[in-house]
């Protein structure tokens, strides 16, 4: 699961400009790269055409919906979750009404494997702080004790959310998801082929460069390097013309303590993170928050049929990366899987 972040109140930075692209196309072909950052990363827009005009409209639009989404999602103080936390009931706006909804959704499909109700137990370990650390076992405990999506209740008739006992909402495990899902809606009347990038999850749009797919780096887990281990070529899939891939691994906010690291991927039974002979896991499917809670809900539930049937039943795909650097891919990609480093 991936944990909460200092957010940073930072402004969309816009840039847009013309370069020629051979790392998804191969061809040489010219398109437009627009940039900006959120969520504390940067979020990249490569469009397929040179007419910088043609789609900095689109890019605009949904950018600003990335942003919206940001500023939804926020722990800051004064904002809507932040005040739920706090006093246990608030007033949200109908968007993050209708994302908590779906995130309940999704989070009870995977069995809450991934949980926004885990809060308080990410809170305690202080990842992505200056000063993590395993927190307390007694405090921990009581913690994950307490979470549970049932002391989540969200009114029907209104926008009123109300949580129960000592438990804390977190959006993150399907944060980014959401944004790229948002950003799709807006930039739907977008024509033109694009991939978006925001961290570890993608959102392409459109059949790819000469309508060949679209080809994704699978990222390395054991270098900081920005080569992968492999390329998996994907296509976007039905009405909505579109496919988003999601990584999750022990690179997150790890840090360590007394000669062994942490991640931030926790198991919601104890609170720990997941030690399961994984390190990383890439989701194919064509839905960003799937994409997003699926990919972390099969890497802290391990290499299982339980992992297996979660893939099938949300027709998606997948890359397991393991610690001995062996590697299993599932049957929709092993056409199209290249390795890179033996």
Not at 235 to 244: A, V
Not at 324 to 341: A, H, I, M, N, R
Request: net charge negative; charged share 25%; glycine share 8%.
């Amino acid at each position: 699961m991936k944990i909460n972040r200092k957010i940073a109140k930072i402004s969309a930075v816009i840039c847009i400009l013309s370069v020629t692209v051979s790392a998804f196309s191969g061809c040489g072909k010219k398109v437009t790269t627009a940039v900006g950052e959120a969520f504390g990363e940067t979020v990249s827009f490569t469009f397929y055409t040179p007419e910088a005009d043609a789609v900095s409209e689109h890019f605009n639009k949904m950018m600003d919906e990335i942003k919206a989404a940001e500023t939804d999602f926020s722990l800051s103080e004064g904002s809507y979750l932040s005040v739920l936390n706090e006093t246990g009931v608030s007033y949200v706006s109908a968007t993050l009404k209708k994302d908590l909804e779906d995130s309940v959704i999704v989070c009870t499909a995977l069995s809450d494997i991934v949980d926004i109700t885990m809060g308080k137990p990410l809170r305690l370990w202080g990842f992505n702080t200056d000063s993590p650390a395993v927190p307390d076992s007694a405090a921990l405990k009581e913690a994950v004790d307490a979470h549970t999506m049932d002391k989540l209740v969200i009114a029907r008739d209104s926008h009123k959310v109300t949580i129960t006992d000592d438990t804390e909402i977190d959006m993150l495990p399907v944060s980014k998801g959401i944004a790229l899902d948002r950003a799709y809606e807006k930039g739907k009347f977008c024509k033109i082929p694009y991939i978006a990038e925001m961290g570890d999850i993608t959102l392409a749009y459109g059949e790819g460069p000469k309508k060949g797919g679209w080809e994704i780096s699978v990222r390395d887990p054991f270098s900081d390097s920005e080569k992968g281990i492999a390329d998996i070529r994907v296509f976007t899939r039905g009405h909505q013309n579109n496919i988003f891939v999601s990584a999750s691994g022990i690179w997150e906010n790890s840090f360590s303590q007394d000669g062994k690291t942490y991640h931030s991927y926790l198991d919601t039974y104890t609170g720990f993170p997941c030690d399961n002979g994984l390190v990383s896991v890439t989701v194919v499917t064509n839905s960003g928050i799937t994409a997003d809670a699926l990919s972390d809900a099969v890497f802290i539930n391990g290499f299982t049929d339980h992992s297996l049937s979660y893939l099938k039943a949300f027709s998606a795909e997948a890359v397991f990366v393991f610690a001995d650097k062996t590697y299993y891919v599932t049957e929709g990609l092993k056409d199209s899987f290249k390795l890179l480093d033996s």
